[in-house]
């Protein structure tokens, strides 16, 4: 198994923030949620907590909300030593041949450690900030030959026509040393074959366990029309602590912060996603809307008192350990692994016994949630068998 972390490059905070995939908050912020700009300073501090800790490698998202993956990553090779970083970008905002140029020219400054998540793309709006009026369809039909050219640009010269690409002798100045991996996430019926035909990694959000093994069935079966396997990987939240009572109390914490006009601006947004992925990420919390009268009694792990929304923390566990209170107010994953450092080992377990190999794994705030996965959850792991020994973790004085 491989773990990978998530760098904040639209902010960070101790609470769910909201200001992922397009959202904000509908009000303000106490101290005690105080918004952490993204500054470069701030992201190489989570960068280096997560690759002294045993991350392989951190997910830096794109669009208009956060700063670009390209330019915050590059830098950031240059204060790590080992930690790879995997950059999301849109295929239709570039041309494939730079794409495979950049990626290349990535590789050498970096010493190799560049990995690449596709992002066809499922918000309307968004894509149209770029120019981009294809349908989701078209869209998902364009990244197969996207990801066509790029491949064959990095062997090339290669020559390339389809529909929305015609190129000559696509190529690089040198092959990338490794060629980075690529990584794709999609549950509609376009993205299926795109990802069955060109990615190494197949992703998929944090649903339940049932859910995920229909999907990754799915996969498997169209990567073996193509005469290919992927491997699997899976996005969620995590809040781990030394004892479920102190993990959940976390998720509590986490819920008072959000208002019922947070919940329902964000419902609004998401409501007009195009994504598959995104309507399941909805269903997940449905009928959940919050009430500012709730007294959030949980009788099994203490006094989880949120006052502002109407029901305990645990109603929106949905799986043992799997909590979809962050799906109220962000948009993309919005799951989170809960519990003991067991208890979220055992989660984990019960995802690779479905044939999740890697998890790309968050937290509020992302610098202090890396340590507490990193020291509690991993050497767990690690006895279990489940990881190598790997390096202990030494923290500075």
Request: glycine share 12%; charged share 20%; proline share 5%.
């Amino acid at each position: 198994m491989k773990f990978h972390w998530f760098l904040p490059t639209s902010g960070d905070g101790r609470a769910i923030t909201g200001g992922g995939h397009g959202l904000r908050r509908a009000h303000g912020r106490s101290p005690a949620t105080a918004f952490r700009p993204p500054t470069i300073d701030y992201l190489a501090q989570v960068a280096r907590a997560a690759e002294q800790v045993g991350f392989e490698a951190v997910l830096t998202p794109t669009g208009t909300y956060c700063e670009d993956a390209w330019l915050v990553t590059a830098a950031l090779t240059q204060v790590t030593t080992r930690l790879k970083f995997l950059v999301a970008f849109r295929p239709g905002v570039l041309s494939p041949t730079l794409a495979a140029q950049m990626a290349a020219t990535y590789q050498r400054i970096s010493g190799g450690r560049l990995l690449l998540n596709v992002v066809t793309g499922g918000e309307a709006a968004e894509q149209r900030r770029f120019g981009d009026h294809l349908g989701k369809d078209e869209r998902y039909a364009r990244t197969a030959e996207f990801l066509s050219i790029v491949r064959g640009a990095w062997d090339g010269p290669f020559d390339f026509t389809g529909a929305y690409y015609d190129v000559e002798g696509a190529t690089v100045a040198e092959r990338p040393d490794p060629v980075p991996e690529l990584y794709f996430g999609g549950s509609s019926a376009a993205a299926g074959p795109v990802a069955a035909r060109h990615v190494d990694v197949y992703l998929t959000w944090g649903e339940p366990p049932s859910q995920v093994a229909a999907k990754l069935d799915w996969m498997r079966e169209l990567a073996a029309a193509e005469g290919r396997t992927l491997r699997f990987g899976i996005r969620l939240h995590v809040i781990t602590r030394d004892t479920s009572k102190e993990a959940w109390a976390e998720a509590g914490r986490l819920l008072d912060q959000i208002s019922p006009e947070d919940i329902a601006s964000a419902r609004a947004v998401l409501a007009r996603s195009e994504s598959v992925g995104q309507q399941r990420m909805l269903a997940l919390h449905e009928g959940f809307h919050g009430s500012r009268n709730g007294n959030l009694n949980d009788g099994r792990d203490g006094n989880l008192n949120g006052g502002r929304n109407g029901g305990r923390v645990r109603d929106l566990e949905i799986h043992p350990g799997l909590w979809a209170g962050v799906g109220l107010v962000r948009g993309g994953a919005g799951t989170a692994l809960v519990g003991s450092h067991a208890e979220v080992a055992d989660l984990v377990e019960e995802y690779a016994s479905l044939g999740v190999e890697e998890f790309v794994l968050s937290g509020y705030p992302h610098l202090e949630e890396a340590f507490w996965f990193g020291e509690g959850v991993l050497p767990e792991l690690r006895r279990r068998g489940l990881l190598g020994a790997g390096d202990p973790v030494r923290l500075s004085a």
